[in-house]
């Protein structure tokens, strides 16, 4: 496949399509290859600044965004790289805490493109919309400048395009079977790629994992010559309750114990995030003392993480979450349970056609009175129709509604829980789950009706 020569971006909008003119993130050739060269090409700002790199299954992006709150807390200047992005593609790339505007995404991408085909034509194959971005970030990060780069892997770790920094600590949130055609059909396979990331001599920072991931994980950090710092045993969740808004948490960290933190997000799985990242944190800082109690607290009190149990609309209550495979979706079915009392709950669900259907409606069936199944508008997409097979057989046909347009699909819902939460003592909400896309989607459609 050969690329045309990339010509500067004027408009945000010609940026975004030279960049989705090249191989889908979705497409892998198991290579570091490309991003080197590109990166070398560009002058390796890659190694400009210190880095904090994590992977694992589920909750990487709201890790990442608690230690991007914490590090500007303690006067770093940040960068945070996330994938995939929610909305917009410029969320991918964060400084000091927000997106680039569309005026530097441009100016970011017109800093690379002049390189962009110089690596396609020395290589067998030309440079994915991944390995693109991935340079961004890393050269608008060196050109902020900042202090220190926060980075989410876009899939696996050993493997993927923003493995070729070298972290000062790697964080492993929990590991679960998802991307099994890319990465292994077990959570050990899955392990050994993602274990990429720890690199010698630098701090491993282990969200609580299953035994044998765990066995994994270790003999790498072995290896290498990192240390560990593992959830509940270095550090981890001392208590915590739901609350208004959220819940209050009491972390250990490596340095100290912090009482009484308001986190405004929802979830178990939550807290246990905020404990890695603070964890991250302290091992990234280093020394002795714990960080200020006072800088914990302002920073966990401020942090968001859209499209994570995020409530954007009352009257019925419409709450998004991205959850996209069975270990995420019993993750947000715990914490619906734990924190709200909706009844009834509708469901709207559409997946990526990859993905592990019926485990994942499966996690949702106890807490869902109905489903009304769609679909995104990504070419990957489930099919509706696909999709509501499966669901017949985990809800029954009486409790599954197919929708295929996604914007129907909401307000079918919306109906469906007014009409059978009209009881005084009840209330009725809407979920909308399965794919970050689906909930991108629904989130922007629901943003333009307010």
């Given at each position: ?23 889908p993130?979705?497409?892998l ?13 560009l ?5 400009a ?49 927000e ?46 400048p ?35 055609q890319?990465?292994?059909g077990t959570?050990v ?78 979830g178990?799985?939550q ?15 280093g ?161 333009g009706?307010?």
């Amino acid at each position: 496949m050969n690329q045309p020569v990339a010509r500067p971006a004027e408009t945000f909008a010609e940026a975004e399509d030279a960049l989705l003119s090249r191989w889908p993130e979705t497409r892998l050739e198991p290579s570091l290859d490309r991003i080197r060269a590109f990166v070398e090409l560009l002058g390796d700002p890659q190694r400009a600044y210190r880095s904090i790199h994590l992977t694992g299954t589920n909750g990487k992006t709201s890790t990442s965004r608690m230690i991007d709150a914490l590090l500007r807390g303690l006067d770093l200047r940040t960068g945070r790289f996330t994938s995939p992005h929610v909305e917009r593609m410029s969320e991918r790339i964060s400084v000091d805490g927000e997106p680039l505007d569309d005026e530097a995404f441009v100016r970011a991408f017109n800093d690379v493109a002049p390189y962009m085909h110089l690596v396609d034509a020395a290589e067998a194959h030309p440079l994915s919309f991944f390995e693109a971005v991935v340079a961004m970030a890393y050269a608008a990060f060196a050109d902020a400048p900042v202090d220190v780069a926060v980075v989410e892997v876009g899939m696996g770790g050993s493997w993927d395009a923003t493995n070729v920094i070298d972290a000062d600590v790697a964080v492993v949130t929990p590991i679960a079977v998802d991307h099994t055609q890319y990465l292994g059909g077990t959570a050990v396979e899955i392990a050994r790629e993602k274990a990429g990331i720890i690199k010698p001599g630098s701090v491993a920072v282990l969200a609580q994992q299953s035994a044998d991931v765990a066995t994994v994980l270790l003999e790498r950090i072995a290896e290498v010559g990192a240390t560990a710092a593992r959830e509940g045993l270095e550090f981890g969740v001392v208590a915590r309750a739901p609350a208004v808004g959220g819940q209050v948490v009491t972390l250990q960290g490596l340095r100290g114990r912090y009482d009484d933190l308001f986190l405004p997000l929802y979830g178990a799985h939550q807290a246990q995030n905020a404990a890695t990242a603070l964890a991250a944190v302290e091992a990234f800082i280093g020394g002795e003392e714990p960080l200020g109690d006072d800088i914990v607290r302002g920073a966990f009190a401020e942090i968001t993480s859209p499209g994570r149990l995020e409530v954007v609309r009352r009257s019925p209550t419409i709450v998004l979450d991205a959850a996209h495979n069975p270990h995420g979706a019993e993750a947000t079915a715990a914490a619906l349970e734990d924190s709200f009392q909706f009844d009834p709950l509708i469901g709207v669900i559409g997946l990526m056609g990859d993905k592990d259907a019926e485990g994942l409606l499966a996690a949702f069936e106890p807490l869902l009175a109905h489903v009304v199944i769609t679909q995104n508008s990504a070419e990957r997409a489930m099919r509706a129709e696909r999709l509501a097979v499966v669901a017949r057989e985990v809800f029954g046909e009486d409790r599954v509604t197919v929708v295929p347009l996604l914007g129907d699909a909401i307000d079918a819902a919306a109906a469906i829980a007014e009409a059978e939460g009209s009881d005084a003592l009840s209330s009725g909400a809407v979920l909308v789950t399965g794919s970050v896309v689906t909930v991108g989607e629904a989130r922007t459609l629901l943003g333009g009706r307010k």
